[in-house]
Nanobody, 120 residues
Framework: QVQLVESGGGLVQPGGSLRLSCAPSGNSFAIRAAGWYRQAPGNQREWVASITSGGATNYADSVKGRFTISADNAKNTVYLQMNNLKPEDTAVYYC??????????????WGQGTQVTVSS
């Protein structure tokens, strides 16, 4: 059962922009913190960006200055704004969200991924 859904992927020209969204299906849980990861065929899944419950952000060197992670608390949605896209950004992008649990460690939720293809 899918509880976390990504959207916004697609085909874009080099130098173009795309915005990915991540939200729980049916608003089934509140996102405390989140991160974006990506995986290209034959490659390891790599961390791209993260945001804490306090709004602090961090980025991989490969996307720093081009990507921005943000959260809309009212909509319980996390975004990844991707600008100046390069062919090497081509990958399936996955969202990870953290859910607080009383008396338990934080629960991790992963989306099914959304394909981003950067090609001329």
């Amino acid at each position: 059962q899918v509880q976390l859904v990504e959207s916004g992927g697609g085909l874009v020209q080099p130098g173009g922009s795309l915005r990915l969204s991540c939200a729980p299906s049916g608003n089934s849980f509140a996102i405390r913190a989140a991160g974006w990861y990506r995986q290209a065929p034959g490659n390891q899944r790599e961390w791209v960006a993260s945001i804490t419950s306090g709004g602090a952000t961090n980025y991989a060197d490969s996307v720093k200055g081009r990507f921005t992670i943000s959260a809309d608390n009212a909509k319980n949605t996390v975004y990844l704004q991707m600008n100046n896209l390069k062919p090497e950004d081509t990958a399936v992008y996955y969202c990870k969200a953290l859910q607080p649990k009383l008396g338990r460690p934080l629960a991790e939720h992963w989306g099914q991924g959304t394909q981003v293809t950067v090609s001329s």
